[in-house]
């Protein structure tokens, strides 16, 4: 079954508005991942947080895991129209095998 | 200067006919994967090579067969072509448990 679980499904926010989305999974991981894939595009790597990681940053992008719940949230700060696409968390286990979330389509309105 | 690329990026072909598609990679990677996304944007990972080796084959039907040449270069032929397979394939690549660097996608349409 698909590993990571995604909400909200679609996100809708004007631009500057903070956008947060959450991602749950079943399993132990190694790390996860979150991936963000334009219209018509292939995915492009934002972030790596490891399993003994809380919290990290790479610019307007926050992380955090929380192991306990199984679950880690994105956010994405002062948000741009050009930050429209659909973003993908992933989970990695074992062994290279990276499971996908259901994703969540975000759409930022100038 | 791409680093993974993918041909064909557009694929129409009719129910029963066997296509390929080609997968390279000049990033240095030992590892690369096929991915099927669906019309509801799932990701699914089909199949996962480390240096020609194959290490993941996630229950797909034997009509896919993946094959490496070399550790830069992933094809995956598909015989008999069934309309359920229309999807965007994508190939990517990583070295090890690091991120996934995917390529631009193959649009399948089976007619």
């Known amino acids: 079954s698909q590993q990571g679980e995604e909400d909200p499904q679609a996100l809708s926010i004007q631009e500057g508005e903070n956008a947060t989305m959450n991602c749950s999974y079943k399993t132990s991981i190694n790390n996860l991942q979150w991936y963000r894939q334009n219209s018509g595009r292939g995915l492009v790597h934002l972030i790596l947080i490891r399993s003994n990681e809380r919290e990290k940053h790479s610019g307007r992008l926050r992380v955090t895991l929380d192991t306990s719940k199984k679950s880690s949230s994105l956010l994405i700060t002062a948000s741009r129209a050009a930050d429209t696409a659909s973003y993908f968390c992933a989970t990695l286990y074992n062994t290279d095998k990276l499971i996908f979330g259901t994703g969540t389509r975000l759409q930022v309105f100038p | 200067d791409t680093a993974v690329s993918q041909t064909p990026k557009y694929l129409v072909t009719q129910m029963g006919n066997d296509k390929s598609i080609k997968c390279e990679q000049n990033l240095g990677h030992d590892t690369m994967y096929w991915y099927k996304q669906d019309s509801k944007k799932f990701l699914k990972i089909m199949f996962s090579?480390?240096?020609?080796?194959?290490?993941i084959n996630e229950t797909v039907p034997n009509r896919f067969s993946p094959k490496s040449p070399d550790k830069a270069h992933l094809n995956l032929h598909i015989n008999s072509l069934e309309l359920g397979d229309s999807a965007v394939y994508f190939c990517?690549?990583?070295?090890?448990?690091?991120?996934?660097?995917f390529g631009p996608g193959t649009r399948l349409t089976v007619l």
């Open positions: 090579y480390n240096n020609k080796e194959l290490i």
């Open positions: 990517a690549s990583s070295q090890r448990v690091t991120e996934q660097f």
